[in-house]
C-alpha cells in the first residue's frame, strides 16, 4: 500500500480528528520518520476542514519503523 | 430503519420465536447507527445473545453474560457504517482509527497505519485472568516469521503482547490469561487458552512478551487503577506487516474475564457458529 508524506505540523493538525463517518486520521511515521497517512484515508477523506488532505498523492512505498519493547 | 425493524419483529413472531431482548437492544442500536439486517442476520445475532447467555443452539450451559466473563464483544456486522462497527453486545462503543474498510464481511485494516480502541479502561480487576479472542480471515506471518495478528498494547504505538509462540513457559501471571485467533478459512483453532498471549497486570507490573518470546516487565505509569486498555488492528510496528492487507478482514473481537480453558474453547465455538451463520466463515 502507498503513503504521502506529510509535514509534522499537518500530521499534529489532522491527529484527533475525523475523516470519514466517525473514524479518526492517524497518521504515522515510517523508517525515515516521515509523517505519513495511507492511501486509502487519501481517498476517503470527507473532512472539508482538511480538504488539503484530497489533493495529496500517495506515491511514496511505506517502509515500515520498527519499535522495540 | 423503523420499518425494517419493525418487519424483522414480524419474522420472528409469524414464525413463533422472539428476539432476546438484549440481541433486540443491539439490533436497534446497529440500525440507529446505520447497519440494515436481514432476517437471518438477526436470527444469527440473535442465537450470539443466546448463545452467550447459556440459551442457545450452541451453548445451553454457561452464562458468559450475566456473569459477566465476556466483558465485550464486537460482532463486528455494522456493513458499512463505521458507528455501527464499534458498537458491542454491551452498547459500549470503541474507536476506529486510520484507513479501515467497512463492508459485510467485517472491517478490513491495512498494515500502516489502522487500528481499533475498544475504550476499555478496566478497574480494579484481579491479574491474570484476561482474555480476548477474535475472527479474522487469513493469516500472514510477521517478519520473524511468527503469527502476529491480535495484541494488546498500553498506547497505540507500544505493543504489550502480540499472539505468537510462547516459550518458555510464562509464569503464573501470565498463564492464566489467554487468547485465540481463529481464521475463518481454517477448519482449526490456531491456538487456544493455553498459553499466554495477553499482557497482565499485577500490581504495577505488566508482564509481556517480546519478539524473541522473552518475558518482559513493564512498569504501568499508573499505579492506580489498571489503565489497560485493548487494541487490534495493524500497528506499524515491531516485526512487520502484520495481517495481508488484502486479507485480513475482522469479524470479531471479544474480551474476557476468568474464563476457564474450556470455556473459552467454547467460546470459540460460538464465535465460529456465528460467522458460519452469516456466511462469512471462508476467506
Not at chain 2, 55 to 66: A, E
Not at chain 2, 140 to 164: C, D, K, M
Not at chain 2, 204 to 219: R, W
Not at chain 2, 247 to 274: H, P, R
Request: proline residues 3%; glycine residues 10%.
Amino acid at each position: 500500500m502507498k503513503v504521502a508524506h506529510i509535514t509534522e505540523q499537518q500530521a499534529e493538525q489532522l491527529k484527533g480528528n475525523i475523516y470519514f463517518q466517525s473514524v479518526f486520521f492517524n497518521p504515522v511515521q515510517d523508517a525515515d520518520d516521515n509523517w505519513c497517512i495511507s492511501e486509502i484515508v487519501i481517498q476517503k477523506n470527507e473532512n472539508t476542514d482538511f480538504a488539503w488532505v484530497n489533493e495529496l498523492v500517495a506515491d511514496k512505498e511505506y517502509k515500515l519503523k520498527k519499535i522495540n519493547i | 430503519m423503523k420499518i425494517g425493524f419493525g418487519l424483522g419483529i414480524s419474522d420472528y413472531r409469524l414464525r413463533g420465536g422472539g428476539l432476546d431482548p438484549d440481541a433486540l437492544a443491539f439490533i436497534v442500536a446497529e440500525e440507529t447507527a446505520g447497519a440494515t439486517f436481514d432476517a437471518n442476520q438477526k436470527d444469527a445475532i440473535n442465537n450470539l445473545f443466546l448463545n452467550l447467555k447459556g440459551q442457545g443452539p450452541d451453548n445451553n450451559t454457561v452464562d458468559f453474560w450475566t456473569t459477566n466473563k465476556v466483558r465485550k464483544w464486537w460482532p463486528l456486522v455494522g456493513g458499512a457504517s463505521s458507528a455501527a462497527n464499534e458498537i458491542d453486545i454491551r452498547l459500549n462503543a470503541g474507536v476506529f482509527n486510520g484507513g479501515w474498510t467497512f463492508n459485510n464481511n467485517g472491517v478490513l485494516g491495512n498494515p500502516i497505519d489502522t487500528y481499533f480502541n475498544s475504550l476499555t479502561a478496566f478497574t480494579g480487576e484481579a491479574t491474570g485472568d484476561w482474555g480476548w479472542g477474535m475472527y479474522i480471515s487469513d493469516f500472514v506471518g510477521g517478519a520473524s516469521g511468527e503469527w502476529f495478528n491480535g495484541y494488546i498494547i498500553y498506547s497505540p504505538s507500544v505493543i504489550l503482547s502480540a499472539y505468537r509462540t510462547f516459550n518458555p513457559a510464562a509464569p503464573a501471571p501470565i498463564a492464566n490469561s489467554g487468547s485465540y485467533i481463529r481464521s475463518g478459512g481454517m477448519t482449526t483453532i490456531l491456538d487456544t487458552f493455553s498459553g499466554a498471549r495477553s499482557a497482565v497486570r499485577q500490581g504495577g507490573t505488566v508482564y509481556t512478551v517480546n519478539n524473541n518470546s522473552v518475558i518482559n516487565t513493564f512498569v504501568d505509569p499508573d499505579m492506580g487503577d489498571c489503565p489497560l486498555d485493548f487494541f487490534f488492528g495493524s500497528i506499524n510496528n515491531a516485526g512487520g506487516g502484520i495481517v495481508s492487507p488484502t486479507a485480513n478482514y475482522f469479524k470479531s473481537f471479544y474480551i474476557t474475564y476468568g474464563v476457564t480453558s474450556t470455556e473459552m474453547e467454547l467460546l470459540q465455538q460460538i464465535d465460529n457458529a456465528f460467522q458460519t451463520a452469516l456466511g462469512r466463515n471462508t476467506y
